[in-house]
């Protein structure tokens, strides 16, 4: 086998071991921190947002409004939150639930 072979087969391999652990897994406290925070408080305790904590909304309505947004209501959930995959919504969804 030639030296460049080695290295595509090499390239291969771990290109399939990166997918199978996905790199950017959803990660609920980090989207929360970088997305929610600044206007729900960094403990969602509310800040130009109502507070978070304790939310008798459950984690699907949660995700619900962060993807589908609610025209109810105003900015910025008026849309969903841009830049936010469903596994993103649900995983801050679900953090949002474990918030005390
Ligand atoms: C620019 C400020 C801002 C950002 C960023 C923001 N929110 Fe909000 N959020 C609000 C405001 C203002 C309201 C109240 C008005 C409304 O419900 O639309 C609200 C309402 C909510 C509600 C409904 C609360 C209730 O009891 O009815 C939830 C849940 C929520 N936000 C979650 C989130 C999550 C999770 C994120 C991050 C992905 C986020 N928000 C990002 C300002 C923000």
Do not use: R, W
Request: charged share 20%; net charge positive.
């Amino acid at each position: 086998m030639k030296l460049t072979h080695l290295l595509v087969l090499f390239l291969i391999v771990s290109m399939t071991a990166a997918l199978a652990v996905p790199a950017f897994a959803a990660d609920g406290a980090t989207t929360y921190k970088a997305k929610c925070a600044m206007c729900h408080g960094p403990d969602g305790q509310g800040k130009i947002g109502p507070a978070l904590k304790g939310t008798s909304l459950s984690a699907d309505d949660i995700t619900a409004l962060l993807t589908k947004g609610n025209d109810a209501k105003k900015a910025p959930h008026k849309k969903a939150i841009s830049g936010l995959s469903d596994e993103d919504a649900k995983a801050v969804a679900d953090y949002v639930k474990t918030l005390k």
